[in-house]
């Protein structure tokens, strides 16, 4: 079987073949750096991380090119800078690392290209020229917009009327505006807000910034200057993002139906209970807290343990399962530690799994199954049954850990003398006086990692181990 993919655009699966099979193409919206992610958030970049591994595993490593992006210029940034005092760049860059950092904790590869917005403000102006050139987009109050009623094609990929589109825009009422469901593609910047100077044709007086929408055609153009095989995202992105995305590309190229992209794929919400994990709802956990307690790996076979395209419900016990699943393949592995790796080919069943729309929950099931093989097996087939496992395992960013290290556990490697115990506690201690409480709590969580158990009393703090 070859890879089957849901294409939102025609809501159907389909069999996958790229264009070119020497550079199979595929961009994914990435976060908007001003703090830090969720695990929501890290839901897309794990998931198309499959993609990017399983497309790799199958034209090359060198045929994929994969982008996921930096939204670097956005009112949040803008505000988070004001009320930190913090520089922008300060920010974004501070962000976009903790990103990569923590995205790379859950097995996540770096993209081949990591395109930042602000570096692509040249191509954004293009792009708008162009719209303005065609009749696409027009200036009004110091604004650009698009014209959503010159696109025919406009609600395809959300199956929206007109009538949904102009109440799911949620438009506030903006006097710019010439219709409802028209979107800015450029806005005016004040004095103390980041901007750029517009080209004279465009007729503004002062200086902008583009609107976000805009941000993912320029870029997806100047990575990839032709119609990429997938593009990726959460579903909340499907409108009006990605609606945007595809108005402003196509109707800016030659012909002007040429398809942004070949693909379009999306995945469901983590929840938290009923509702969407998300910063305006205030139920968020983060990567970064969690992998103070958790391996990088648990996490990722949490986020994977659904289909992406179904929801998936964030539990501690989700997180509990994960690492008791996670346990028993590293406890075959060490097991087999002497046995040698030999080549073998990919087992049938996980790309299967993999190939019928990113199966993962069965890919899982796959593992566990290869897992029993090789508990079983004896002499050379040890080898085979190991091997496999491991070919298996590895592609979906597992079993990466040293067996023995992993079955020590967390606290082996965080293992803390008496001496600095103590000086951790004083240091607390002076912490807590100083009314540094985020001090005081990571040192806190540093020796509970560590499974220092402490009691605050009146004659000081008490400690042993746990
Ligand atoms: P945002 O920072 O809100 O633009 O989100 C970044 C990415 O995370 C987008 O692809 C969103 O669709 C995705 N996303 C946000 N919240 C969730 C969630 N609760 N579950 C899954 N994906 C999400
Ligand atoms: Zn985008």
Not at 10 to 16: I, L, N, V
Not at 190 to 210: D, F, I, V
Request: proline share 5%.
């Amino acid at each position: 079987m070859t890879l089957q993919l849901f294409n939102t655009y025609s809501g159907k699966k389909e069999t996958f073949v790229p264009q070119k099979r020497s550079r199979v193409t595929m961009y994914v919206c990435g976060p908007t750096v001003y703090s830090y992610a969720h695990i929501g958030n890290a839901r897309p970049p794990v998931v198309f991380d499959v993609l990017f591994r399983w497309l790799r595993a199958q034209y090359g490593r060198d045929a994929v090119v994969y982008a996921r992006n930096f939204t670097d210029i956005d009112d949040k940034i803008i505000r988070a800078s004001q009320e930190s005092g913090e520089p922008i760049a300060a920010i974004t860059e501070k962000y976009a690392e903790i990103y990569r950092q923590d995205t790379g904790a859950l097995g996540v590869l770096p993209p081949t290209l990591e395109p930042r917005a602000t570096e692509h403000i040249p191509e954004m102006q293009a792009l708008i020229t162009t719209l303005l050139e065609k009749q696409h987009a027009y200036t009004e109050q110091e604004h650009i917009l698009f014209r959503v009623k010159s696109f025919a094609e406009y609600g395809k990929l959300s199956k929206l009327d007109q009538e949904e589109i102009i109440a799911g825009a949620r438009v506030e009422v903006a006097p710019y505006k010439h219709d409802a469901a028209d979107f800015v593609l450029w806005k005016p910047s004040s004095e103390n807000e980041p901007g750029w100077k517009a080209p004279t044709g465009w007729g503004l007086s002062g200086k902008g910034r583009p609107g976000w929408h805009l941000e993912c055609s320029a870029m997806i153009e100047a990575a990839f200057e032709e119609t990429i095989d997938i593009h990726g995202g959460g579903q909340d992105l499907r409108f009006p993002h990605h609606e945007n995305e595809i108005a402003q590309s196509c109707c800016a190229l030659e012909t002007g139906n040429v398809p942004l992209a070949r693909f379009w794929l999306h995945n469901g919400f983590l929840n938290m209970g009923k509702d969407k994990m998300s910063k305006s709802v205030g139920n968020i956990v983060t990567p970064n807290e969690l992998l103070k307690s958790w391996e990088g790996e648990v996490l990722r076979w949490a986020l994977l343990s659904a289909q992406y395209r179904q929801p998936l419900e964030w539990t501690d016990g989700l997180l509990e399962q994960s690492k008791k699943q996670l346990d028993r393949f590293y406890r075959v592995l060490n097991d087999l530690s002497d046995v040698e790796i030999v080549n073998v080919a990919m087992p049938t069943r996980v790309a299967e799994a993999l190939n019928d729309d990113l199966n993962t929950p069965e890919a899982f099931a796959a593992l566990h199954s290869l897992r029993e093989l090789a508990v079983k097996a004896t002499g050379a087939d040890r080898a085979t049954a190991k091997s496999e496992l491991l070919a298996a395992g590895n592609l979906l960013g597992f079993f990466e850990a040293d067996p023995g290290r992993w079955l020590k556990g967390r606290a082996a490697d965080k293992a803390l003398d008496d001496a600095a115990i103590d000086a951790l506690l004083g240091e607390r201690a002076a912490a807590r006086k100083a009314k540094d409480f985020a001090r005081a709590d990571d040192i806190r969580d540093q020796l509970a990692a560590a499974s220092v158990i402490f009691e605050d009393g009146p004659e000081g703090t008490t400690w042993r181990r746990g």
